[in-house]
T-cell receptor, first 110, second 115 residues
Framework: NAGVTQTPKFQVLKTGQSMTLQCAQDMNHEYMSWYRQDPGMGLRLIHYSVGAGITDQGEVPNGYNVSRSTTEDFPLRLLSAAPSQTSVYFC?????????FGDGTRLSIL | AQSVTQLGSHVSVSEGALVLLRCNYSSSVPPYLFWYVQYPNQGLQLLLKYTTGATLVKGINGFEAEFKKSETSFHLTKPSAHMSDAAEYFCAVSEANFGNEKLTFGTGTRLTIIP
């Protein structure tokens, strides 16, 4: 089925470790974004991209890096994980159409 | 800057009763407004959206919302609640310049349906 695919679905890290959350879409959307969801805070925009080679910061970008080398992929990198980054992460794609969301990655930092 | 306020983090209604979930927004320019639904352990699904034109917007699963500029509101309603409506609902806004992009979300309303 067409849509937004996120991997992994679950991950546990130790403080200071690095990892990359993967996001891929097959709808040829120009716009892609990453959100984090925390209890009582809704979804907050981390980074977004309006096309290959173009990225920008959202509301809560600190501690995260992104790149967009292809239209399809938009990975999110945690360089040195901190307990405050424990959250559920959602990738979304859209543009001319409203954003489609992946099923999320549940990340715990110990 | 834009913002969204959802009144009531938890709402309970009886099966068959009216569902009303409240959303107020602030935006310095004409907004695009969205309602998304999230079922447990899933991503968000679009229920409906307002861009321009008719202020009463119909969505999936029998939901509708009305854009009221004078009240800066975009409340979500459904005439008769069903057990399958139990989920978390998020209102979101983007400035019209950005269309479907750069959404600002409210903190969500968890809807419980009482049998």
């Amino acid at each position: 089925n067409a849509g937004v695919t996120q991997t992994p679905k679950f991950q546990v890290l130790k403080t200071g470790q690095s990892m990359t959350l993967q996001c891929a879409q097959d709808m040829n959307h120009e716009y892609m974004s990453w959100y984090r969801q925390d209890p009582g805070m809704g979804l907050r925009l981390i980074h977004y991209s309006v096309g290959a080679g173009i990225t920008d910061q959202g509301e809560v970008p600190n501690g995260y890096n992104v790149s967009r080398s292809t239209t399809e992929d938009f990975p999110l990198r945690l360089l040195s994980a901190a307990p405050s980054q424990t959250s559920v992460y959602f990738c979304a794609s859209g543009g001319r159409s409203p954003q489609h969301f992946g099923d999320g990655t549940r990340l715990s930092i110990l | 800057a834009q913002s969204v306020t959802q009144l009531g983090s938890h709402v309970s209604v009886s099966e068959g009763a009216l569902v009303l979930l409240r959303c107020n927004y602030s935006s310095s320019v004409p907004p695009y407004l969205f309602w998304y639904v999230q079922y447990p352990n899933q991503g968000l699904q679009l229920l409906l959206k307002y861009t321009t034109g008719a202020t009463l917007v119909k969505g999936i699963n029998g939901f509708e919302a009305e854009f009221k500029k004078s009240e800066t509101s975009f409340h979500l309603t459904k005439p008769s609640a069903h057990m399958s409506d139990a989920a978390e609902y998020f209102c979101a806004v983007s400035e019209a310049n950005f269309g479907n992009e750069k959404l600002t979300f409210g903190t969500g309303t968890r809807l419980t349906i009482i049998p």
